[in-house]
Each structure stands twice: as C-alpha cells, then as structure tokens.
C-alpha cells in the first residue's frame, strides 16, 4: 500500500529522497529578531533525520511592518546567512527545504508591534472593524513578496518556495481590489 512512500520522486529540478514532507509549523524557535536560531535548526535537523524529505520551513514574513517577533522572515537581506545556515544543515542530512513566504495578517497580532495587513474591511463586532489594506499598499506588499522570493531562490541560498494557502488567500484576495494586477505566482513558484 505504501510502496512509493519511500522511494525519491522528482518535483521539476527538486529531488526528494521520499515522499514524506513536513507541513510548514509555526514553531516560536526563531529569535526576537526573526532570525534563525540554533534551536530551530536543531528541531529542523532531527525531522530530516527522523525520516521527513522535504522540510516546509514555517510562515516566513515578507514585509518588514507585518513581521511579529519569534517567526522567521526574509523581508529584508539581513536574513538570508541565518536562514543558508538552516537550509544547508537540512540539506547536510539529505533533505530538501521549502519556504512559506507570509503576510501575517490576523496571525501576527502576538506582536502588538506587528501591522495587520488584511485585504478588506473586516468586522469583528458590531464596534470594531480592522480596516483592509489601502490601495497604494498593495504594490508594496506584492513587491515585498517578489523580493522575499529572490531572496529565498538566490544561488547563495539555493531552495525552494512554496506558495502556501496563507499567501494564495491573501493574494487572491488582493484581487477584490480593482486596481490590483495579480502577481504572476507561476513566475516566483
Ligand atoms: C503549532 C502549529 C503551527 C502551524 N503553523 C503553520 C504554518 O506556519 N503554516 C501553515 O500553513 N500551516 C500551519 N499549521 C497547520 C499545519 O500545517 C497543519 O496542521 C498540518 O498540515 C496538518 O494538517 P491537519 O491539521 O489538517 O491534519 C500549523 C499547525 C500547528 C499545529
């Protein structure tokens, strides 16, 4: 029944050793300042030695206003050695590393610093309402998102992205605003 569970299988250029992947999990290991930390790695480590090929490293901000503390980000390049240091220790045991690039939306309210970026007016009670995002910011945050991508796929680095549910929600949301153009995801994929 599970006789292709643990045979390699090719994903376009991306070789999995198995077919067993970790689902992206916000675990709280990273630092303060988003970034990686020895703890995370060392959790990342024993998942590829415990027998997981492909390890959906969790929600990773994209956008320096919307990233709560204690999540990973690549919204800027400061982060590209912590996060090469966790993708080489994956790749050190055979596995493979993928990226949920992430705006945070309701998610980030841990971190009262954090913006709640959401692409519509959003009632909460019959008092309060969080207002969705306005129209300039949106090419902001698509840019942010194509630049968090470059950061995740430049050779120094070599992984890659997964564009998860969060981000395809936020994205096709965007597209409730008429003066959105849709990110061309297949390019960044
Ligand atoms: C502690 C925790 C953190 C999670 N963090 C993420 C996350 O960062 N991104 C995401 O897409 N899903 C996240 N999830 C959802 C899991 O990926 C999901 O639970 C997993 O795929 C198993 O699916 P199931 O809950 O439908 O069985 C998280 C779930 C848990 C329990």
Known sequence: MFEKLFSPIKIKDMELKNRIILPAMG????GDGSE?????????VARVKGGSGLNIVEVTSVYTPAA?????????DEYIPGMKRLTDAIHAEGGKAGVQLWL?????????????????DMP??????????????????VDAY?????????PAWSNHIFIHNPILFNLLNCTRHKAFSPLPISQIN
């Not at 990686?36 to 990342?44: A, E, R, S």
């Not at 709560?68 to 800027?76: A, V």
């Not at 909460?124 to 945050?141: H, N, Q, R, Y």
């Open 27 to 30: 675990t709280k290991f990273s």
């Open 36 to 44: 990686v930390t020895d703890k995370l790695i060392d959790y990342h």
């Open 68 to 76: 709560p503390k204690r999540f990973l980000s690549l919204s800027e």
């Open 104 to 120: 945070g939306a309701l998610a980030v309210s841990s971190d009262r610093a954090a913006q709640i970026i959401i692409p519509s």
């Open 124 to 141: 909460i009670s019959a008092e309060i309402t969080i207002p969705g995002m306005p129209k300039e910011l949106i090419p902001v945050v």
């Open 146 to 154: 194509g630049k968090a991508a470059n950061r995740a796929v430049q």
